[in-house]
């Protein structure tokens, strides 16, 4: 079971990494760690800042990452109704 929950896990976490851009005009780095709840189905239930980056713009950039990924369905064998991840994004200046 956690193979399998590690492995849609990181799945999850490409999409989001994907979707994500550094906001425009800003020259902040930091990490936003992000509570993500995906249902078994694959949709988005719920995105919240679980610590911020201390940068309002990059918290913003990384929820509206999650926000515009799609998801897969989770992997046969694993049957609760949603799952919750703890997922890091790290914006570096360029």
Known sequence: ????????GATIRTRVEKRKSSPRGTRASG?????????RSGALVLVAVAKSSGHPDLDRAAVKAVRKARYPAAPKGLE??????????AFRRG
């Not at 609760?80 to 994004?89: D, T, V, W």
């Open 1 to 8: 079971r956690q193979s399998l929950l590690a492995q849609w």
């Open 31 to 39: 990490t936003t760690v992000l509570r993500v709840t995906v249902s």
């Open 80 to 89: 609760a109704g949603e799952y919750h991840f703890n997922l890091p994004l």
